[in-house]
């Protein structure tokens, strides 16, 4: 490219072929400085532990024409003093992009958000000659120590809905690399058409919780709210690292129809707002209720809200004051097949059940804020 009669330098021009080649590209009217970096981004995780040290990295890329060796960074939290220092033993050609690590750590005292600020502000020994693009920051969350979090996933499904069979496969073969680490919760629908023999009003009451009018739709803790099809491996690895700040513990006992359950909350935090609890009692798998999008067997179907489709309110929750809750729930009468999944067929949970075989239960347990 060459401007005014200005000596030419390299050019970048658009993929158009590949859509896809959104990358970011700089180019100079004139000639191209010896000395430029642009300060891309700050690379540190949004959550951090308080009390631990943590090494601030980031990606700078070289605009300019000499290869950088080094680079004078300094960060700053909360706008407080500049810790500067010279990142050395750099090898990064012009046009290229390369990490680096701040050599002094940070270590949050607080539980709080910080907002950290990075500076790039020389060059090999030189002064940047473009300051414009030397800046980046980011907000870090300094967390009490955490515990592993157990994402929760709600489905909403039918056996009359066509689109929810590549939904449920793909979500199967998601969680299938993931075994023990997620809580699956299935509620039948009344729609499309004559709907799934399965659903109850407690089911009709969750999916009015979240406004859902079209399936298949998935909840991740109570968060990403989407069409099952595109759930991938990378939300679940998303949702799993973020920190959690609750641990729950549950322990039950089943004798055919009795169902006991013992559950214990200890909070690493302190939660403030309506914190409601949910127990669910599910049917790992169902085959009654197929019907017509091509599925033979349903997983984790649930069958009975222990604490009812609106939960219990537990209030505000104060650290390491641990609560517990006793549930018991008898499934009365006999097996009902309802004829379709309209409300004047639903179950009605005083008098009849839907459960297939009592020896395929299992619970969920979770928290949620209101």
């Not at 009217?29 to 981004?41: F, L």
């Not at 050609?93 to 539980?111: E, I, L, V």
């Not at 600020?117 to 020389?122: A, G, I, S």
């Amino acid at each position: 490219l060459a401007v005014n009669g200005s000596p030419a330098v390299p050019s970048y021009s658009i993929n158009a072929a590949d859509p896809g080649d959104n990358s970011y590209h700089t180019f100079y009217a004139g000639v191209q400085p010896m000395y430029d970096v642009q300060n891309v981004s700050i690379d540190n995780s949004v959550f951090h532990e308080v009390n631990t040290a943590n090494t601030i990295t980031g990606t700078i890329r070289n605009l300019g024409s000499e290869t950088v060796t080094s680079v004078d960074v300094n960060y700053t939290v909360d706008g407080g003093p500049a810790v500067a220092a010279t990142v050395s033993g750099l090898n990064i050609a012009s046009g290229a992009s390369a990490t680096y690590s701040h050599p002094t750590d940070w270590t949050p005292t607080m539980f709080q958000t910080y907002t950290i600020e990075t500076e790039v502000t020389m060059v090999n020994g030189n002064m940047d000659s473009n300051t414009g693009d030397n800046l980046a920051s980011i907000d870090i969350l300094a967390h009490p120590p955490a515990v592993a979090r157990t994402p929760l996933l709600e489905a909403f499904t039918s056996s009359t809905c066509g689109p929810c069979t590549p939904g449920n496969i793909n979500v199967g073969n998601v969680l299938s690399n993931f075994q023990g680490e997620y809580s699956k919760v299935n509620y039948q629908m009344s729609w499309p058409g004559t709907g799934d023999p399965y659903c109850t009003a407690e089911s009709n009451e969750r999916r009015n919780y979240y406004s859902i009018n079209s399936i298949p739709r998935m909840e991740v803790d109570g968060g990403w709210d989407g069409n099952a099809s595109s759930f991938t491996s990378q939300m679940h690895s998303d949702a799993t690292g973020m920190p959690a700040f609750m641990e729950i513990t549950a322990e039950s006992i089943q004798w055919g129809k009795h169902v006991e359950l013992n559950v214990e909350v200890n909070p690493a935090s302190d939660f403030q707002g309506n914190n409601t609890l949910h127990v669910a009692i599910m049917e790992k798998l169902t085959f009654n209720n197929e019907k017509t999008n091509g599925e033979a067997e349903f997983e984790n179907v649930m069958k009975k809200m222990m604490t009812g489709a609106v939960g219990i309110n537990l209030g505000t929750l104060k650290k390491d004051t641990k609560v517990e809750r006793k549930f018991t729930w008898n499934f009365k009468g006999d097996y009902r097949l309802p004829f379709d999944g309209q409300s004047a067929n639903w179950i009605n949970h005083n008098t009849a059940h839907s459960v297939e075989e009592f020896e395929d239960l299992i619970i969920a347990v979770w928290i949620q804020n209101a």
